[in-house]
């Protein structure tokens, strides 16, 4: 008898795994490679100097997936609107979110390593922020609180409209700033309380956010210290908020709900608390607070666009009740289309998971989006991810560099946006619009990120004639901040504000 039939037929008794894993391996293909010319470190280096340039130039060569030999590490990125992405996102068992996230919760937020590793308090945290934010009558519990405070920040009859908040009739501000502080405490105040130290926090959490990938990145203290005692403060300042239930009982149902959850585990340490509540303020601001800026500054610069939107704005306002019809405005189908373009544009977002067994991935040909192949993934390794790689492909979104508000009106659908339905030649519909990520993990504040973005562009648009004094709206700052979320811009936009004689707006 062939010898190498009793062999295989030995393993077969001994461990039908061992040879299914053995089979898996030779007779599917890894993604390809590309482990550059240094042992060890591999592409790290273009990584680090030209992320998007390498990602491009590997795409090219190699289509929808390919893995990047990092440090030592094997990160797969993927890319594939077809069936790629989406697999990624929905199938949980095999790509692993939580294991990804657990080395930023340490690392970022300083989440107790008791917290970070009990998984069912987790799951219950996420079970109550999900369903809370999915509820329209919560987002506008949220979102009627914003407007107050947005509002009371911009008319100059208001108290909150004084000192380093005040916009005098005239004067130059950097669009950036202006917009960022504002939406930073207006949303703040509307999801944490009146109670909530916002405007004490402020300086010291922002510095805390520019030096987020330092802190990725794990910089020893002395090349992060500014980001560190930032941090250590911010810290401060939450546990004693939320450990004061005189003050934490005035957040919104939102918040309180997130706290009866902490007492119900029992986790009641000012450090468990805080901890935790950075990640909410980091995940209700982080991207959403640039978002509504680059939202502002697009249409702001966009004259004739910014024409309509006032018009859309003034058809909404009722002079009897001296207020906005808000839902007609949130629903607004050319102010979200303008919203998804910005988001479209923006978003350097990543989604990361572990590869938490061996796993079998179908991706599509990008050459032939109807043909299929499988690649094997080893456990252990990361999947990304990557919005931008998907967002500015100019085979899915024409001319992708430009931000065009009606590219995602219904009359442009396959024109301004290709392959979004599927074609009666067999070509496959593409879902290639990922800012929100996808599946179990997808992001809940996304309902509430638009409502506060087109608050913003409403209020500021009534109260004051913008005028633009930069030539352009600025670039996006990519450089270390590849991948980390919405991006910051590169440079000042300056603007000079004139207040309106506009219509009173209640208070
Ligand atoms: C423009 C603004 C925003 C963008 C672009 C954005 C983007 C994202 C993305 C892409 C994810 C998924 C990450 C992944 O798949 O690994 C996510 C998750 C999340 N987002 Fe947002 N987000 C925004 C605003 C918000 C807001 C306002 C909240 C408010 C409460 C929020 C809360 C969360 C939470 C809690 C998660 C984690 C969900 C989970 O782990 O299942 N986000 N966000
Ligand atoms: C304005 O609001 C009043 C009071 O709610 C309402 O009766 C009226 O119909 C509204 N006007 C318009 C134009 O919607
Ligand atoms: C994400 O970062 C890359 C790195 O260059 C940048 O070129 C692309 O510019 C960013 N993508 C988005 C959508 O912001
Ligand atoms: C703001 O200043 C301009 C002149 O620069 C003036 O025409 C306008 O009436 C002023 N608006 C208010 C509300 O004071």
Redesign the pocket.
Known sequence: MDMSYVIVAALFVLSPLLLFHALLKSTTAEPPLLKGRIPLLGVALDFVNGPQPLLERARKKYGWIFTLYIGGRRMTVVSDPVVGMRQV?SQSRNFD?HA??KYLNIQLFKYTPRINSDAAFQEAL?RH??SY?AAPANVEEIASVMRKEYRALVDENSDLCTGDYADRNGTVVDLYNFARQKTYIA?AIA?FGKAFPAKEIYTDYITYEDSLSRFIKSYPYIFNKRGVDARGRVLEYLADFFTDNEKSSQSSS?ITGISDLFRKFGYLSPDDLSGYFLS?VF???S??VP??FWYLAFIIHDEQFRGEVMKIITSHYNSTTQDFDWQALYRDELLNSAFKET?RLV?N?????VVCRDSMIKIADSKAPSSTKEFYLRKGDSVL?L?SMSHWDGEAFPEPMLWNARRFMPENSGKLIKHDKASKDGDPQWKAY?????????????H??IV??ITQLVYVLWYFDVEKLSADVPQMNVGENYGS??LKPSSTYNVRFRRREAPATKA
């Open positions: 996102y979110a990804f996230f996420l922020v999900v934010l949303a999801v939102f909410i995940a209700s601001k991207n959403s978002m509504a988001a978003s977002i990543t989604s990361g998971r991810v919005a990922i800012p929100w990520g996808g599946g179990g993990h997808m992001c809940p504040g996304r509430l990120a506060e973005a979320g919405v």
